[in-house]
């Protein structure tokens, strides 16, 4: 009941369109839920690409949707980043979690005593924008898998604070990055370790994020995120 009256007080609107929703649930309409383009089974070549060049970094890898660029995806993913989407990062990590679940016996991932790792952000900008959506994001997978993974914000450190990156190319990325993350806890890990992120794009953030924690573990490493840009 009070859901039903929040809805006639403030009337729920899709993020993408802006058309009056009944529930907010996802964020979006139906109209544009259609317009989503999915991964199958959250796999890309070229994603797995990208991602199995640096095998000594990663052992698998997924992400959720296509990141459109003036699509439903890209005002669905701004909306989780730039206006305080908590909620939104919290449903979509829940369906993220279950392509992840979907993904286990193919990507052999040990979900047992798993780790999820959100990337971490810069104190300024988490200061500015006043959350981390990753650290969100992984709370949503973590209501799939249970009690068995554990979310650990803490480990890494983002040490550098950088412009956006989304205009330079992939070289000037990773130059960039370099020295930009730390191991902040080192604590003991049994199971997979699993990087998250809202956007997978170069992977250069998330090979410096995987770089640091090879120094430490052994362990399996996997990189998954609600969207990957093409």
């Not at 909306?79 to 979907?102: E, P, S």
């Not at 604590?187 to 090979?207: A, E, M, R, Y």
Request: aromatic content about 8%; overall charge positive.
């Amino acid at each position: 009941m009070f859901a039903d009256l929040l809805d006639i007080v403030i009337p729920h609107t899709c993020v993408a369109c802006k058309t009056p929703i009944s529930s907010y649930n996802s964020g979006i309409c139906t109209s544009c839920c259609t317009k989503l383009q999915v991964l199958c089974r959250g796999q890309d070549l070229e994603l797995r690409k990208r991602l199995t060049t640096k095998a000594h970094l990663f052992d698998g890898g997924l992400a959720l949707l296509y990141f459109e660029q003036n699509g439903v995806s890209q005002r669905l993913i701004h909306h989780i980043k730039y206006h305080h989407g908590k909620d939104l990062a919290i449903t979509w990590g829940k369906f993220l979690g279950n392509v992840l679940v979907a993904a286990q016996m193919e990507m052999e991932i040990d979900f047992n005593n798993c780790v999820l790792i959100p990337i971490p952000m810069h104190r300024k900008k988490r200061r500015k924008r006043g959350y981390n959506p990753p650290l969100y994001i992984a709370r949503g997978i973590q209501e799939v898998l249970g009690l068995r993974s554990s979310i650990e914000p803490d480990i890494l450190v983002r040490t550098k604070h950088l412009k956006s990156q989304t205009s330079a190319d992939f070289h000037l990325r990773f130059e960039r990055l370099v020295n930009s993350f730390q191991l902040q806890n080192e604590i003991p890990i049994q199971g997979s370790i699993i990087l998250i992120d809202d956007v997978i794009t170069s992977t250069s953030t998330l090979q410096h994020c995987a770089q640091v924690l090879r120094k430490s573990y052994t362990l399996k490493i996997y990189a998954v995120a609600l969207a990957f840009s093409a």
